[in-house]
């Protein structure tokens, strides 16, 4: 099994920048496609983000294109997403999750979550 922790969620005002990270733990990382999804009050969760732990290919959603940015940190065994120029459509609890094929964007895809994290944007 693999164990994913979020953390960085809070409380940022509309235009500012926040971090999010998820820490791995349970295997190797080399393999693996860590994504983020979020999930806002009374909407259905989506697709964020994701990168391949291996290669670093990248793929976003369109509405978080040249805003959002998901990277990795190698030493850490962590994946971060950078959060650029938020909004209040920004305000959403963000999860980070584990799939094993592909690039996916599609929730059935990932098999392993973390909890969550809030991220709440205020005006």
């Known amino acids: 099994q693999v164990h994913l922790l979020e953390s960085g969620g809070g409380l940022v005002q509309a235009g500012e920048f926040l971090r999010l990270s998820c820490v791995i733990s349970g295997r190797t990382l080399s393999g693996l496609k860590i994504g983020w999804f979020r999930q806002a009050p009374g909407k259905e969760r989506e697709f964020v983000a994701v990168i391949d732990w291996s290669d670093g290919d990248r793929d976003y959603a369109d509405s978080v294109k040249g805003r959002f940015t998901v990277g990795r940190d190698n030493a850490g065994n962590m994946v971060h997403l950078h959060l650029f120029r938020v909004n209040a459509e920004d305000t959403a609890t963000y999860y980070c999750?584990?799939?094993?094929?592909?690039?996916?964007?599609?929730?059935?895809?990932?098999?392993?979550w973390g909890q969550g994290t809030q991220v709440t944007v205020s005006s």
């Open positions: 999750a584990a799939a094993v094929r592909g690039l996916p964007t599609a929730q059935d895809d990932y098999a392993f």
